[in-house]
């Protein structure tokens, strides 16, 4: 399968569009997965017994957690040549916004056992991207409270993901995220990977 | 020879300015080699019996492809080793616009074969560059079709540039292609290289 | 000992800030070292013999040079090892504004070397560091003379370090030194490396 990794900062709607990009391919019967690279390092621990839950990996040593990344990098590699034909996307970020600053999603380590062919970026106007964080109460997102954040965020976002891939040799597509019809930016993603 | 890598977008004059540099080099008795990146690796393509041609070259798979920009880097390198005194200008790309996203010209396993001293970023003013792309109708450039598609691609370039610069401990400087008189960015390129 | 880089164009106060931060950390009995990479370095190479002065050392071949740096960045990814709890702070620059473009000041060998927690950009508005650039008469700061070249200047070593810290999978902190109160950015950084 080709790999391509979805990344984009809260609220810019992400998991709505690419929950249609699986429709959209499942209607076309073309081969798909769509891996939550968090939920494959859970599994990952889990199954190599690191820790016993999510609150235990998040608590694991700085050393064990980057062990833990390139481990489930090696698995969604191993997921995609055991796949056959069609698309393996991974849904990460290419930073997390911290206390201690910007933490890339896709470090040396971890993008060059994955070797995409394409690292999106998923973006939005920062005013609609703070509106859909307000609304969304399920999730603690106070990191991203007022528009110069969101809008430095997304910039690192870019420098970051442009290191990434430097690094393997794939391309960056910005993605624009048009408010009220995700099969825009899911058609784009779809047309980006042939 | 020293190695200095010279980028720019298409409509930028990076050929004009590139050829003003050869005739100051000459001019000074001034050994000195410029080299298009493309060109050589159709010649390394063809040496190695790759493909036959463009067209072939283009149509090989995605490992074929890396294989053959490894191949053509550490040629260049070679040719720089074995050319004595004076300066090697390489014309690339930093990222080249395409369906599929910004692709890095400059990834890890071409900057580390070339290791070059500088890597030059010509630039000029949005509008400039689209008006040049217009009077130009030799070459499909139907890619970079407004303003603030160029602008982007010139700030993905920075980008890039500056990642494949940490990678090989090159500098990157930006020139800008002053209209009208490329002699001003060709002895800036010159001055750079000392 | 936690390693934290911290970075930052001339006249944005960097020795001030680094000095505060020291202060704090002493007055709390926290384990803490300030080492300036450059100051580090012209040590190693006085230890090593590569040079008898800062004049010699300026001067060694590029390879040289190259080599000096890593060797004084293995030199203090020791002391941290060394130094036991507490924090180690590495001064010196993300980008160095040369005649010949932006030089990395964290390029791939030296960054993976050192593997730190965190990099620092120390910022702040272009128009202060002009006039603190003015005041400061002792130092030889000619190369950032307008407030275009010094915001260049930030960019670009927004994008060298977030390049860096992908290759170590570091964090990347925007730290604002606010005019006439450096505890401000002194108490960020620490908060940061927690």
Same mark, same amino acid.
């Given at each position: 399968?080709?790999?391509?990794i979805?990344t984009?900062? /809260? ?18 019967? #073309? ?6 690279y ?39 590699? @191993? ?13 990460t970020h290419a930073v997390i916004?911290? /206390?201690?600053?910007y933490l890339p999603g896709l470090p040396?380590?971890v993008i060059?056992?994955? +070797? ?6 998923? @973006?939005?106007? /920062? ?12 999730? +603690? ?16 976002a870019?420098?970051a993901a442009?290191?990434s ?9 910005? #993605? ?5 019809? /995700?099969?825009?930016?899911? +058609? ?7």
């Open positions: 399968m080709k790999i391509g979805v984009g900062i /809260p609220g810019v709607g992400k998991s709505t569009v690419l929950a249609k990009v699986k429709e959209i391919l499942d209607n076309q019967g #073309i081969n798909n997965k769509i891996i939550n968090g939920d494959f390092m859970l599994a990952t621990a889990l199954k190599l017994g690191y820790a016993k839950d999510r609150d235990e990996m998040r608590k694991l040593s700085v050393e064990k957690q980057k062990k833990l990344q390139i481990d489930a990098a090696k698995g969604i590699a @191993e997921e995609a040549r055991a796949g056959g034909e069609g698309y393996l996307f991974i849904d916004r911290t /206390p201690s600053g040396s380590y060059t056992e994955i +070797n995409p062919s394409v690292i999106f970026l998923l @973006e939005a106007d /920062p005013k609609i991207i703070l509106s859909r964080q307000k609304r969304d109460t399920t999730r +603690n997102r106070n990191d991203y409270s007022d528009e110069s954040v969101i809008l430095e965020t997304i910039n690192f870019r420098y442009t290191a891939a430097v690094l393997a040799g794939s391309t960056v597509k910005v #993605i624009v995220n048009v408010e009220g019809d /995700p099969s825009i930016a899911a +058609n784009e993603i779809i047309r980006s990977m042939k």
